[in-house]
């Protein structure tokens, strides 16, 4: 069942969208310079009566940031397998796919971090079940808050660790808590790609 979001996150959006335009003129010379591509193993910490009946699988993650005015944007998805606990329970595959938005902070000895919120589609594929079929799938909308903390190793290598809490809107809320570790390489932007963002 699909639940539109609270109130209260599309105001905080519509004021985050308010003050990105607003800082449009005051950094426009970095957005867009550099892409940072990530890859995290993500692995669920909590327990709630959701995991009563499923049991989640180490995910995979990745990736894309780039610098956007006061922070920086990334977009990027989640692939996670989750295990019935009862016969009568089907499997289910989940793909988070979502932007998010962030500022990073450099701290002493060269460690970056990273606070910042993403929101997105939350994609249940159910055993048996394929895109597009209604029986079989159900999507919900998501919001999560994260905190990272990358180290570089070489001049466009880091190594990462991180922690962000999820709440998936369906009719009884999921929530759900992840640490995970990754790592992340940068890149120059193609110039077409700042052509065309910009």
Known sequence: MNKSPPSGVI?????????LGFSYALNKS?????LELGLTVDKNVNRST????????????????TPFYQGDVEIGFQFISYMAKANRIP??????????????WRLPSRV????????????M????????DPSKTESEFSADLVSRMSYPIHKTLRISVSTSYMIIYTHKR???????????????TPKWIRDFLN
């Not at 970095?30 to 550099?34: D, G, H, I, P, R």
């Not at 999921?174 to 120059?188: D, L, N, P, Q, R």
Request: glycine share 12%; hydrophobic share 45%.
């Open 174 to 188: 999921i929530e759900f808590a992840f640490i995970s570790v990754g790592t992340s390489y940068s890149i120059k």
């Open 11 to 19: 105001v905080a959006l519509s004021f985050i969208i308010a003050n």
């Open 125 to 132: 594929i159910f055993e048996g079940g394929k895109l597009g």
């Open 50 to 65: 959701f995991h009563d009946f499923w049991k989640p699988d180490l995910g995979i993650e990745t990736f894309v940031k």
């Open 30 to 34: 970095e957005a867009f310079q550099t």
């Open 91 to 104: 499997d289910y595959k989940s793909v988070y796919i979502y932007l998010g938005y962030g500022k990073e």
């Open 112 to 123: 970056y971090w990273f606070n910042g919120f993403k929101i997105g589609n939350y994609l």
